[in-house]
């Protein structure tokens, strides 16, 4: 049973527009939600976080949202850029980020030159 | 280099053999976490220490695995008689108490 989904497998966007990643989770328990990236052949990097308290964290060009009644997060990268091309996965966790990360499955993200 | 660092980076071994790999966290991180990741699919907790102590174990961890960390630095997970279902990269990650994971480059296992 996945507890962290990621129900889109791949997404392709033009550069320089907005990209969105979503994320639903089924444990209302998680009270702290993490974006990584991965590049192939290297570990997932962390990209950005939020804690249940807020519904938006923003970082740059990262924004993260978060709708707790709807159990859903997402990721909205503007403006994007070919080197966001990655694999990018939602993670979640119970106590603050005190206990393990769970991950979804992960969305590639191809921006288009 | 101070990021995690794992080695081997790539292990392929016949099914019945045994492998070990080994995780160096960032220094100043008290938690080390084992994880794996097969195709299509995120990663997926195996273990965790804090300093030398093994605090959770999932239950992806059958008994042909084992994982230590001796002296609260680096990291070893073992697999015994490997079946070809092994096969996956094995990633460490380590963090303060409360940060975010800082994850290695993985080790890639493939079991013939």
């Known amino acids: 049973d996945q507890q962290v989904k990621q129900n889109s497998p791949s997404l392709s966007v033009q550069e320089g527009r907005i990209s969105i990643l979503n994320c639903d989770y089924t444990?209302?328990?998680?009270?702290?939600f993490l974006w990584y990236k991965k590049y192939p052949a290297e570990g997932p990097t962390f990209l950005i976080s939020?804690?249940?308290?807020?519904d938006k964290n923003e970082d740059g060009r990262f924004t993260v949202f978060l709708n707790k009644s709807a159990k859903h997060l997402s990721l909205h990268i503007v403006p994007s850029q070919p080197g966001d091309s990655a694999v990018y996965f939602c993670a979640a966790s119970v106590d603050t980020g005190n206990t393990p990360l769970v991950f979804g499955k992960g969305t590639r993200l191809s921006v288009i030159a | 280099d101070t990021g995690v660092s794992q080695d081997p980076r790539h292990k392929i071994t016949k099914r019945g053999q045994n492998v070990t790999f080994r995780c160096d966290p960032i220094?100043?991180?008290?938690?080390l976490y084992w994880y794996r990741q097969t195709l299509g699919q995120g990663p997926e907790f195996l273990t965790y220490?804090?300093?030398?102590?093994?605090?959770?174990k999932s239950r992806l961890l059958s008994d042909r695995f084992s994982a230590e960390r001796p002296k609260g630095s680096f990291s070893t997970l073992e697999i015994q008689r490997t079946e070809q279902g092994d096969s996956a990269m094995y990633l460490c990650?380590?963090?303060?108490?409360?940060?975010?994971?800082?994850f290695g480059e993985g080790s890639r296992l493939t079991v013939l």
């Open positions: 220094s100043e991180h008290n938690r």
């Open positions: 444990n209302s328990m998680f009270d702290y």
């Open positions: 990650a380590s963090s303060l108490a409360w940060g975010e994971l800082f």
């Open positions: 939020i804690s249940s308290i807020k």
């Open positions: 220490f804090q300093n030398e102590a093994q605090l959770e």
